[in-house]
């Protein structure tokens, strides 16, 4: 059965580092989401492209946070410098179509900013 | 802006106990509703799902919801639960007016006792 991945699963960084999640989508699926979980909450989506194009990105940090899906396939978001306010669960979903009558999730990368 | 309510933080069953959790949205137009789930150590997956018509929707794993329009409300149940139920549960919406975007419950975790 065909997953999403992600990497790391697991991130330790010092505050003010730059830090780095990769995500590969469900092969075919052309809209990728970005969300982070905070402890205690629900996810909130922090990015979504369509193919190579950022779709809505209003809720991202753009003064520390990027996202990139260069060739509309696999997508990578950074953040730097990381706060410590940053340590939360990043999740990367992705959805065959723009309406997102389902989203596939994955894994997650856990990062702990120290 | 829409919001999703869940009113449990935090359940404890014993096996074969029924289950129901509370969800409540604030939008007030056409939406589709959604149950995720997030076993321990597992990424986020999908329960069950309404669009539209039958307003009592069957998922996997025994689990069912029913849509309430008059009351806002997507109340999860299941009528005997096992242990192997534990896990977080998260209640979603989204609609047209927002592109569809999924807006999440901040989750209950439910423990089952053997």
């Known amino acids: 059965e065909a997953e999403v991945a992600q990497s790391p699963r697991y991130k330790i960084t010092e505050k003010s580092q730059a830090v780095a999640f990769w995500c590969d989508p469900i092969?075919?699926?052309?809209?990728l989401y970005w969300y982070r979980q905070i402890l205690g909450q629900g996810p909130e989506l922090l990015v979504q492209?369509?193919?190579?194009?950022?779709?809505?990105d209003s809720q991202l940090p753009k003064d520390r946070f990027s996202a990139e899906r260069l060739k509309g396939v696999d997508s990578t978001l950074k953040i730097q410098p990381a706060e410590l306010g940053d340590s939360a669960m990043y999740l990367c979903a992705s959805s065959p179509r723009e309406i997102s009558n389902e989203q596939f999730f994955g894994p997650g990368t856990r990062l702990t900013v120290l | 802006a829409q919001s999703v309510s869940q009113h449990n933080h935090h359940v404890i069953l014993s096996e074969a106990a029924s289950l129901e959790l509370g969800c409540n949205y604030s939008y007030g137009g056409t939406v589709n509703l959604f149950w995720y789930v997030q076993y321990p150590g597992q990424h986020l997956q999908l329960l069950l799902k309404y669009f539209s018509g039958d307003p009592l929707v069957k998922g996997i794993k025994g689990f069912e919801a029913e849509f309430i329009k008059s009351k806002f409300s997507f109340n999860l149940r299941k009528p005997s639960v096992q242990w192997s139920d534990t896990a977080e549960y998260f209640c979603a919406v989204n609609h047209r007016s927002n592109d569809y975007k999924l807006s999440f419950g901040a989750g209950t975790t439910v423990t089952v006792r053997a």
């Open positions: 092969s075919g699926h052309a809209t």
């Open positions: 492209f369509q193919d190579e194009s950022v779709v809505d």
